[in-house]
C-alpha cells in the first residue's frame, strides 16, 4: 500500500517501541483516537502490524523475546523503574525476585546497598548480587532455562515459598484491564504468583508498553499487589483498577 506521512510516523513510533498503545500513539500524533484506529486498520490488513486489545505491535515483538534482546528493548525505561525501586530498599532488608528483565536491572541497582538477603530464580540476578557488600544470596534450584538462565517448576515454587521477605518483586509479561498482570508461559506465572504471596511488600514492576496487552496465563488481579512500579502513566482504565483495588501508582521520572 501507499503509506501517508501519518502511516510512516506510526511505524518509526511502533518500531522504537515494540508495542504501543492506541491512546499513547495517539497522544505522540496530536490526533484524535478515531483517526489513529482507522490509519491503523490498513497496516494491521497488511501485516505490518498486529493489533491486540487497546494497543498495536510489531509482529516480531509480540510476545517474549529472548532474554538478552528483551533486555536491550525498552532499556532506559526499564533502569529507571529499577533506580526508583531500589531507592525505597533499605540495606539488610529482604528481596525476592523473579526472573525479568526489570528485576534484572533493579539486581544492579542494588549493588549500592549492604547486607541484603536476596532469594531468586534468576542466576543473572544471583551472580550480579552475591558475594558483594555482605549480601546473601539463595537461589532456587532446577532445571535452567536456556534463554534466561531461571529455573522454574516445582521445586523452585518449593524453595521459594519457604521464606517470608519485605520485599517480593515480580515483572509482568503484560497487563490488561479485565485479566489483571499476565504472562506468555505457564511455569513463569506460576512462580510470580507465588512469589507475590512471600513478600510483605508486594510490587509489579513493568514498563508502558506491557500496558493494554493481553498474555496468556494470568499471574493475579490487581488486588494481589500493594505498587505498580513504572515508566509512565497508564491508560486511565488501568490507572483506575489499579486505584479501586487500592494499590499504588508509582512512576519514574526519567534522570
Avoid: W
Avoid at 487497546?54 to 532506559?76: K, N, T, W
Amino acid at each position: 500500500m501507499n503509506y501517508s506521512k501519518r502511516h510512516g510516523e506510526i511505524l518509526k513510533l511502533i518500531q522504537d517501541e515494540g508495542t504501543i498503545t492506541i491512546a499513547r500513539l495517539a497522544d505522540r500524533l496530536g490526533v484524535s483516537l478515531e483517526t489513529v484506529r482507522r490509519d491503523v486498520k490498513p497496516l494491521a490488513k497488511d501485516g505490518s502490524v498486529l493489533k491486540m486489545h487497546g494497543a498495536i505491535g510489531l509482529p516480531s515483538v509480540v510476545g517474549e523475546a529472548p532474554f538478552e534482546r528483551r533486555m536491550r528493548e525498552q532499556s532506559d525505561a526499564k533502569r529507571a523503574i529499577a533506580r526508583m525501586v531500589a531507592a525505597t530498599i533499605n540495606d539488610g532488608e529482604s528481596v525476592m525476585l523473579d526472573t525479568g528483565t526489570t528485576t534484572s536491572f533493579l539486581a544492579r541497582e542494588l549493588l549500592s546497598h549492604r547486607r541484603l538477603t536476596v532469594v531468586t530464580n534468576s542466576s543473572d540476578i544471583a551472580r550480579t548480587l552475591a558475594t558483594i557488600n555482605g549480601n546473601k544470596v539463595y537461589m532456587a534450584g532446577g532445571e535452567l532455562r536456556s534463554d534466561s538462565g531461571a529455573a522454574f517448576g516445582v521445586s523452585a515454587i518449593e524453595f521459594v515459598s519457604r521464606f517470608s521477605v519485605n520485599h517480593a518483586v515480580i515483572t509482568a509479561g503484560a497487563i490488561d484491564v479485565e485479566h489483571g498482570v499476565m504472562d506468555y508461559v505457564l511455569e513463569e506465572a506460576e512462580f510470580a504468583r507465588v512469589v507475590l504471596t512471600r513478600g510483605t511488600r508486594k510490587i509489579v514492576v513493568t514498563d508502558h508498553t506491557k500496558f493494554g496487552r493481553q498474555g496468556l496465563v494470568q499471574v493475579c488481579g490487581f488486588d494481589a499487589f500493594g505498587d505498580l512500579a513504572t515508566d509512565l502513566q497508564p491508560p486511565g482504565e488501568i490507572a483506575a483498577a489499579v486505584e479501586k483495588a487500592g494499590a499504588r501508582l508509582l512512576v519514574a521520572s526519567p534522570r
